[in-house]
């Protein structure tokens, strides 16, 4: 069956700064392996994407090495309120952390994140780390600036309750959800083993859970995103495990075993990972692009074969159906038969 090329609207590829957990190769060839043609990559790098040089600095670490198409989101600091904006242009969204997060970037205080959401253009998208309260804060903030809003990777009920009320009101408000959260729960923590299930926004509860699937039928949640957040086994494995799943590889099969059970149709599954992304992040439409799966294939989630440097997922063992037979992007064959052709490097930056 053939499908559109796949967009994921958040990745961490983690070049420059970690690319012994990820770089560009590696995460634009897992993206390719998962289905992916077009990738939008977080700022948490080192160091993190905030004003012109760095953002150079990530375009040029990039170039040439990039598998499938990509954009940069940049990040707001406390210091670049009045700078940032002139990057718009060049950004594929402003990014806000407004919660705990890998990296330095939470913003400290609701002043800087007014200042951002009011001076960052209102046809550009902003993307929230906005959990619990500050999905709400931020809300809030959109209507005061009469601007839209998109909130990164929600996985609680209060929070998809709230976001389907400000719709209702008619407030610009998208949303993602990725694939870890509709697939597990806090009781899943055991069988993952100590340190590995860390993931930020944290595993929930199956009311959650069910929470998000009854959105996903509902129109509510626009977007599945993976938040592919690729760190080493033996950093996971350490007392101080940092957040972070790597999920460009599963999430596909994931979605489609979802359709084989009826959670949502086919046309639904295109929507939150293509059209829907698409829209959202105003990516014009990627010509003679698209994938072909087979629906039947049955699989073992074995991560030592997967193209991401981080060598392990938490769906390890975890049996699937419906597999990525190939990707052609721009009328060329990129992925075929469990390989990505290394050698062809195409992907081009979407905002440039
Ligand atoms: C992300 C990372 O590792 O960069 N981790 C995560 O658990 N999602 C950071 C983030 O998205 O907050
Ligand atoms: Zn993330």
Same mark, same amino acid.
């Given at each position: 069956?053939?499908?559109?090329?796949?967009?994921?609207?958040?990745?961490?590829?983690?070049?420059?700064?970690?690319?012994?957990?990820?770089?560009?190769?590696?995460?634009?060839?897992?993206?390719?392996?998962?289905?992916?043609?077009?990738?939008? !990559?977080?700022?948490?790098?080192?160091?993190?994407?905030?004003?012109?040089?760095?953002?150079?600095?990530?375009?040029? !670490?990039?170039?040439?090495?990039?598998?499938?198409?990509?954009?940069?989101?940049?990040?707001?600091?406390?210091?670049?309120?009045?700078?940032?904006?002139?990057?718009?242009?060049?950004?594929?969204?402003?990014?806000?952390?407004?919660?705990?997060? #890998?990296?330095?970037?939470?913003?400290?205080?609701?002043?800087?994140?007014?200042?951002?959401?009011?001076?960052?253009?209102?046809?550009?998208?902003?993307?929230?780390?906005?959990?619990?309260?500050?999905?709400?804060?931020?809300?809030?903030?959109?209507?005061?600036?009469?601007?839209?809003?998109?909130?990164?990777?929600?996985?609680?009920?209060?929070?998809?309750?709230?976001?389907?009320?400000?719709?209702? %009101?008619?407030?610009?408000?998208?949303?993602?959800?990725?694939?870890?959260?509709?697939?597990?729960?806090?009781?899943?923590?055991?069988?993952?083993?100590?340190?590995?299930?860390?993931?930020?926004?944290?595993?929930?509860?199956?009311?959650?859970?069910?929470?998000?699937?009854?959105?996903?039928?509902?129109?509510?949640?626009?977007?599945?995103?993976?938040?592919?957040?690729?760190?080493?086994?033996?950093?996971?494995?350490?007392?101080?495990?940092?957040?972070? #799943?790597?999920?460009?590889?599963?999430?596909?099969?994931?979605?489609?075993?979802?359709?084989?059970?009826?959670?949502?149709?086919?046309?639904?599954?295109?929507?939150?990972?293509?059209?829907?992304?698409?829209?959202?992040?105003?990516?014009?439409? %990627?010509?003679?692009?698209?994938?072909?799966?087979?629906?039947?294939?049955?699989?073992?989630?074995?991560?030592?074969? #997967?193209?991401?440097?981080?060598?392990?997922?938490? #769906?390890?063992?975890?049996?699937? %159906?419906?597999?990525?037979?190939?990707?052609?992007?721009?009328?060329?064959?990129?992925?075929?038969?469990?390989?990505?052709? %290394?050698?062809?490097?195409?992907?081009?930056?979407?905002?440039?």
């Amino acid at each position: 069956m053939r499908l559109p090329g796949l967009i994921d609207p958040h990745v961490h590829l983690r070049d420059p700064g970690h690319t012994y957990k990820e770089d560009w190769y590696s995460g634009t060839a897992s993206a390719l392996a998962g289905g992916y043609t077009c990738v939008l !990559a977080m700022p948490n790098t080192s160091p993190p994407i905030t004003d012109s040089s760095s953002l150079e600095n990530i375009l040029e !670490a990039a170039h040439g090495k990039v598998h499938c198409d990509y954009g940069i989101h940049v990040a707001g600091t406390s210091n670049n309120t009045s700078t940032v904006p002139a990057l718009s242009d060049k950004a594929s969204g402003l990014k806000l952390y407004l919660n705990d997060t #890998f990296g330095d970037l939470r913003l400290d205080g609701l002043h800087i994140v007014n200042s951002h959401m009011s001076a960052w253009p209102d046809n550009r998208p902003v993307l929230c780390h906005a959990e619990t309260y500050m999905a709400a804060a931020v809300l809030m903030l959109a209507v005061l600036h009469r601007r839209s809003v998109h909130i990164c990777h929600v996985s609680r009920k209060e929070e998809i309750d709230l976001i389907r009320a400000a719709r209702e %009101q008619g407030l610009a408000v998208t949303c993602e959800v990725t694939p870890h959260h509709l697939f597990m729960t806090k009781s899943d923590i055991d069988s993952i083993k100590e340190g590995r299930y860390m993931v930020s926004p944290r595993l929930n509860t199956i009311s959650d859970q069910n929470a998000l699937w009854q959105a996903i039928a509902d129109g509510v949640v626009d977007c599945i995103a993976t938040d592919h957040a690729p760190h080493t086994l033996l950093e996971k494995d350490s007392r101080n495990s940092p957040p972070g #799943f790597p999920g460009l590889e599963t999430s596909l099969a994931l979605m489609l075993g979802a359709v084989r059970e009826g959670r949502l149709s086919m046309n639904r599954l295109i929507e939150l990972m293509c059209t829907n992304p698409a829209r959202i992040f105003g990516l014009a439409s %990627q010509q003679e692009t698209w994938i072909e799966v087979d629906m039947h294939e049955k699989w073992e989630v074995k991560a030592s074969q #997967f193209y991401s440097r981080c060598g392990w997922s938490p #769906f390890e063992g975890w049996q699937l %159906q419906g597999r990525l037979k190939k990707v052609v992007l721009r009328n060329k064959t990129v992925y075929d038969r469990g390989e990505v052709l %290394q050698h062809i490097r195409s992907g081009k930056n979407v905002n440039q």
